[in-house]
């Protein structure tokens, strides 16, 4: 039985690791999972890169990030499964999303919350006011990326009208009430935490915004998939096992109260099953905000690791100043998704999801490149 040190953050997208290591998909490849709640990304980066950690539960931006040497030190990283699509969505704090509702746009809609928040944002700052702070849940995430792609639907510049900053997101929800933030893009569930406890409003879902929008992601370091590719083999396909369980909706009611454990999400079932339904309480009681791909763990290919969503992820990262747009270093990040390792393991899935819908992003250039490359 080999045994594997495996890192989480307490988030409902980590529902294919913990039900691997807990509804015995693991144990049926010959491996025992050591799950290891983590607190922050950073802490997760720096675990799987010294090797406290064989693999994690990890951004896929910060797997490309490090295989790149950006915002920190190069450490070459592998990505032989996705855990999720979508999942996250943006909170706003509920004092400015009453003055959201103020000035006459539809709040219903993504486009009209967006153009909403820039009237409040320019209002504050006509007034004098202090700029609004809004938090990710690290510098390189496709949070980071769809916060900011929001507030420029709106007409604000991130960078100058207002400030970004880094929360982990077990502590987005008390940072929203402590008045420390005034809004914040993570994943599922801690914005249904935050409307539940009435310090926020969901303004908009990660996919009304990007449409299937590649998430979190197994990651090993490269030293550990070459030295051992046989046991990575038995762990994708307990992976895959697992994740064809998790999209059942027959399974959700006991996947919730899995999730729900104090050594897990340590949350209500009742939020976790809402979030793993797709249907979201914008306020207390408020309205159901549903969509059929909120958070998609399984279905359509979406375990299959595409280089094309490592590519639309690097293209994020040079829009955001993040790096700078070289064809070596996109072909770099398209090798850290690793299909083939997939494959080998899985054997062919029909991949079905379409990719990242970029339209509107203003980012052509990038994406002419990037056809260039991928093609």
Known sequence: ?????IGFIPLTDAAVLIAAAERG??????????????VSWANIRDKVNIGLLDGAHMLGPLAIASSLGLGHVRVPLVVPFAL???????????????????????LSTAPGAALALGKVVRQRKAEGRDP??????????????????????????PDRDVRLVVVPPPFMAESLRGGLIHGFSVGSPWNSVAVDADV??????????FGWVPEKVLGVHARFANAEPEVLHRLVRALYAAAR?????????????LLGEPRHLNLPADILRRTLDGRLHTAPGGALRSHPD??????????RPSPDHALWMYAQIVAAGQGEFAPDAAREAMGVYRPDIFDAAVGPVPVMHPEPDCVGTQFGEIFDQAAFLSG
């Open 200 to 209: 926020g409003r969901i303004a908009v879902l990660g996919a009304e915004l």
């Open 1 to 5: 039985m080999r045994r594997l040190a």
């Open 245 to 257: 369980w998790c999209e059942d909706p027959a399974n959700h009611e006991d996947l919730a109260k």
């Open 84 to 106: 999720n699509l979508n999942g996250s969505a943006i909170t706003i704090d509920k004092h400015v999303y009453a003055a959201m509702g103020e000035v006459g746009e539809d």
């Open 294 to 303: 909120y958070l998609i763990l399984n279905r359509d290919g979406a375990n």
């Open 132 to 157: 609004l702070v809004f938090a990710a849940v690290y510098s390189f995430s496709t949070h980071t990326y769809l916060i900011r792609h929001f507030l420029k639907a709106g007409g604000v510049d």
């Open 25 to 38: 998909f693991a144990m049926a490849e010959g491996i025992e999972i050591d799950l290891h709640k983590e």
